[in-house]
């Protein structure tokens, strides 16, 4: 499966951005999905995921309550809705998905990883 992440931008602190990841290649509605990203300098890091059949989610403690991730399987798509954003929230973010069952908050659980989009939050 392809995957293409998609929304980034620059915004100022206290904005919103939403985030897409569309699949091509092969169904999406089998594959639980994460959204990581990567600040210069720092290691990629979990931020969102969200089972194969959006039952459950999961978010990383510096984004619970103001990031929220979704699915619609009709446009094979994932989206990931960033409010009230932050500068440490800079970073290119990346979507991944995987069928497997497995741990989605880490890394090498994902087979497919999209290309990264860029979000810039100024103060």
């Known amino acids: 499966v392809q995957l293409q992440a998609s929304g980034g931008g620059l915004v100022q602190a206290g904005d919103s951005l939403r985030l897409s990841c569309s699949a091509s290649?092969?169904?999406?509605?089998?594959?639980?999905v994460g959204w990581f990203r990567q600040a210069p300098g720092k290691e990629r890091e979990f931020v969102a995921a969200?089972?194969?059949?959006?039952?459950?989610?999961y978010y990383a403690d510096s984004v619970k309550g103001r990031f929220a991730i979704s699915r619609d399987k009709g446009k094979n798509t994932v989206y990931l809705q960033m409010d009230s954003l932050k500068p440490e929230d800079t970073a290119i973010y990346y979507c991944?998905?995987?069928?497997?069952?497995?741990?989605?908050?880490?890394?090498?659980?994902?087979?497919?990883w999209g290309q990264g989009t860029l979000v810039t939050v100024s103060s």
């Open positions: 991944a998905a995987v069928a497997r069952l497995t741990t989605l908050t880490t890394t090498s659980s994902y087979d497919y």
């Open positions: 290649g092969r169904t999406f509605s089998s594959y639980a």
């Open positions: 969200i089972t194969w059949n959006g039952g459950r989610t």
